[in-house]
């Protein structure tokens, strides 16, 4: 009898598996679709522009989340994120703003630009090199270390925001006032130094919501959603207002834990010397 002749072993298909790569992939169209606002702002559509940047940040705030989920996190996609950031939150809005408001100002008007992609550029840098730094306390990890990327973007913004608005209501006056390039240049200057100092912004990662206040909550979201439907950039302009309105809060709050951390600490320290 014959011996039965052994088929040789199908080799398996060696690479990445499509969950791990779907977070870079969205960095990815996150980052085509910011650098596409830029052709938008150079073509003229600057409501077009900052509807692409609306969408490359929400693309950024569901990658890192979604890497989280299906535990594909690794530090090329942090390190991709960051360089994704910098061209959406730190390259694009500058030059929007420099092409609607501050491009009749030439070389002057080219330093606030300046100064805000640097300072962005400063800032994610710091944050990529926290990532190695030692652990922070528990109650440091609910906030930020300066106003975030996405954040720092939408406050550059703010000009446009309620210039366009300014256009569909027909007011003139106010549209010359956010676009004369004294105002729009100080925000970005102002929003560069927010998004590189050391201001503790709150991330609302673990943010916990009482429960009596889930409801109204829920009803102002609604709000807040036909809100933006019905007229995106009034929406636009509320948000950036209530952030800086938000900022002295988030500073209370976090020096308060701080004390009671430190209190929590010396206290243990005298029961267990």
């Known amino acids: 009898?014959?011996?039965?002749?052994?088929?040789?072993?199908?080799?398996?298909?060696?690479?990445?598996?499509?969950?791990?790569?779907?977070?870079?992939?969205?960095?990815?169209?996150?980052?085509?679709?910011?650098?596409?606002?830029?052709?938008?702002?150079m073509d003229g559509k600057f409501s077009t522009a900052v509807f692409a940047?609306?969408?490359?940040?929400?693309?950024?705030?569901?990658?890192?989340?979604?890497?989280?989920?299906?535990?594909?996190?690794?530090?090329?996609?942090?390190?991709?994120?960051?360089?994704?950031?910098?061209?959406?939150?730190?390259?694009?809005?500058?030059?929007?703003?420099?092409?609607?408001?501050?491009?009749?100002?030439?070389?002057?008007?080219?330093?606030?630009?300046?100064?805000?992609?640097s300072a962005m550029a400063l800032r994610l840098a710091r944050f990529n090199a926290a990532l190695d730094s030692a652990p922070k306390a528990a109650f440091a990890y609910n906030f930020f270390t300066g106003v975030p990327a996405p954040a720092g973007a939408a406050l550059a913004l703010f000009p446009l925001f309620v210039g366009l608005e300014a256009q569909d209501i027909h007011a003139v006056w106010l549209c010359n006032l956010?676009?004369?390039?004294?105002?729009?240049?100080?925000?970005?200057?102002?929003?560069?130094?927010?998004?590189?100092?050391?201001?503790?912004?709150?991330?609302?990662?673990n943010f916990k919501i009482p429960t009596a206040g889930i409801l109204p909550l829920l009803l102002g979201v609604v709000v807040f959603a036909a809100l933006i439907f019905a007229d995106p950039f009034l929406a636009g302009a509320l948000i950036v207002i209530a952030y800086v309105v938000m900022l002295p809060f988030s500073l209370r709050s976090y020096h308060k834990l701080a004390r009671q951390a430190e209190e929590r600490r010396a206290a243990a320290e005298t029961v267990d010397p």
């Open 1 to 41: 009898m014959t011996p039965r002749r052994r088929l040789p072993r199908r080799q398996r298909f060696s690479g990445q598996s499509f969950n791990r790569m779907l977070p870079n992939l969205m960095t990815l169209l996150g980052l085509c679709i910011g650098l596409s606002s830029i052709r938008f702002a």
């Open 53 to 117: 940047l609306a969408a490359s940040m929400v693309i950024d705030g569901l990658d890192g989340r979604i890497a989280r989920i299906l535990k594909a996190t690794s530090r090329f996609g942090a390190e991709f994120d960051s360089l994704s950031d910098f061209l959406c939150f730190g390259v694009a809005p500058a030059l929007i703003i420099y092409m609607w408001s501050l491009a009749p100002w030439g070389g002057i008007g080219f330093l606030p630009p300046l100064i805000f992609a």
């Open 178 to 205: 956010v676009a004369y390039p004294l105002f729009s240049g100080a925000v970005l200057v102002v929003t560069g130094l927010l998004c590189v100092s050391t201001l503790p912004v709150w991330s609302f990662k």
